[in-house]
């Protein structure tokens, strides 16, 4: 049983229960929202994670990517990171690993947390084909399947699965006249197996076996875009809108069955564009809930790109993205460290907060207030309490301190409001 079969079959679940308390809504008003689709959470029947929910009148859910490459092993840095990443307020974390022993590492992370935990099969199934035949494209169904299943029963509780890349869409591609192509790491493992084989997408093809696993263990699939954007000038055309349809009719196929459904979006796109792509995307899903790699709103700064993805976030989410993955620092550059997957959660959470008092979110307001009021008593410690990053203000106020306890550096004496205040007391 899913929970979006139990909320059709009118029952609220302790799941349903506990988000309902969290988002400060009806309990029956966000089963109805599950019901349709418009609203999952992310819970393996198999795990006892902490029920997240993401989607149509929530807080925007923030997500961290974290894992190993070929070029860098080390099961302990990951862990930290996934510690990192709730400390800092993720909501979920991605174990996108494809060094080493991942189904270890897989292992490692989930003790580490309980916060809802994603993966991507297609690249255990690509290392695998690798060790087993030589080179990636020669998977095959079984590997596939056997893959996702086997993650599944280990208590993975959402899976990006990239579905939508098919022998249509791969044709559209190629006509596209794009400049970088495929950017999806999962997406080009499909693609090259279309073009190389000459056969459909097994995902595609065999969608409604996928869903039969999927629908046993209750993981929520996040429909991945294997098209999307590597860059702003490939943003929003044919090849990326024609997975989108495509992924459109998969949602109907999963809301018959009862499963829990995300819909991935595009990673660059320019700011004019981003509220298009949520409008199209709500239109063609149905109002599924969207989830975002940013976007990124220009390609110039390397080395900055969580401030780049935040400011996409924050459009994006405002415009009806329910879930952000986070962007760090280092994206382009280099695997992320420890200090990356911090100022990525922070910076996203930045963004998904300034969405959500913007769309006038009940929850995001009362913190704002609850700041201000603390700025206004010169409640210093309040005022780190409710920083998104508690550690930071509080270091950089001990570093440079003003002579007036009340009062920071940057006035002194001069503080505005200590300079009305006393004036108010004549």
């Not at 929520?220 to 809108?241: E, H, K, V, Y």
């Not at 695997?335 to 929850?363: F, L, P, S």
Request: overall charge negative.
């Amino acid at each position: 049983m899913t929970q979006m079969i139990d909320a059709k079959n009118g029952i609220i679940t302790k799941e349903m229960e506990f988000v309902a308390k969290e988002e400060g809504i009806e309990a029956d008003k966000l089963r109805r929202l599950i019901a349709k689709g418009y609203v999952v959470i992310p819970k393996n029947i198999n795990r006892d994670t902490k029920p997240v929910g993401i989607g149509e009148g929530l807080r925007t859910k923030i997500n961290a990517n974290i894992g190993t490459s070929p070029d860098f092993v080390d099961i302990d840095l990951e862990v930290r990171k996934a510690k990192i990443a709730e400390k800092y307020g993720a909501d979920a974390i991605m174990d996108l690993s494809t060094g080493g022993d991942l189904k270890k590492i897989r292992k490692a992370i989930m003790e580490a947390t309980n916060l809802p935990i994603g993966t991507v099969p297609i690249y255990e199934v690509g290392v695998e084909a690798k060790k087993k035949y030589g080179r990636v494209v020669d998977m095959d169904e079984d590997l596939i399947f056997n893959v996702i299943e086997r993650q599944a029963k280990e208590g993975v509780d959402f899976m990006t699965l990239h579905c939508g890349i098919t022998k249509e869409s791969v044709e559209t591609l190629k006509k596209s006249g794009r400049i970088m192509g495929v950017v999806s790491r999962g997406g080009s493992f499909l693609t090259a197996y279309i073009l190389y084989h000459g056969e459909e997408n097994p995902l595609y093809k065999n969608f409604d076996y996928l869903l039969d696993i999927l629908k046993e263990y209750d993981v929520t699939i996040s429909l991945g875009d294997g098209m999307r954007p590597g860059c702003l000038a490939d943003n929003t055309d044919r090849a990326q809108i024609h997975e989108l349809i495509i992924l459109g009719e998969l949602v109907d196929r999963c809301r018959e069955r009862g499963v829990q459904c995300m819909v991935e979006g595009p990673g660059h796109v320019p700011l004019n564009n981003i509220d298009a792509n949520i409008k199209i995307q709500k239109s063609i899903c149905r109002n599924a809930p969207f989830y975002v790699l940013g976007p990124i709103v220009t390609d110039l700064a390397p080395g900055y790109d969580h401030i780049t993805s935040a400011i996409g976030g924050a459009f994006a989410a405002y415009f009806g993205a329910n879930f952000l993955c986070y962007v760090t620092p280092s994206e382009h550059v280099r695997i992320m460290t420890e200090e990356d997957v911090k100022e990525g959660v922070i910076a996203a959470k930045i963004a998904a907060q300034a969405a959500d008092v913007a769309k006038g979110n009940a929850k995001a307001w009362e913190k704002e207030i609850a700041m201000a009021h603390a700025r206004k008593n010169h409640d210093w410690e309040k005022q780190f309490e409710l920083a998104i990053d508690k550690e930071k203000p509080k270091k950089m106020r001990e570093e440079i301190p003003s002579v007036d306890e009340k009062a920071c550096s940057i006035c002194g004496e001069y503080c505005a409001l200590l300079m009305v205040e006393e004036l108010g007391k004549r």
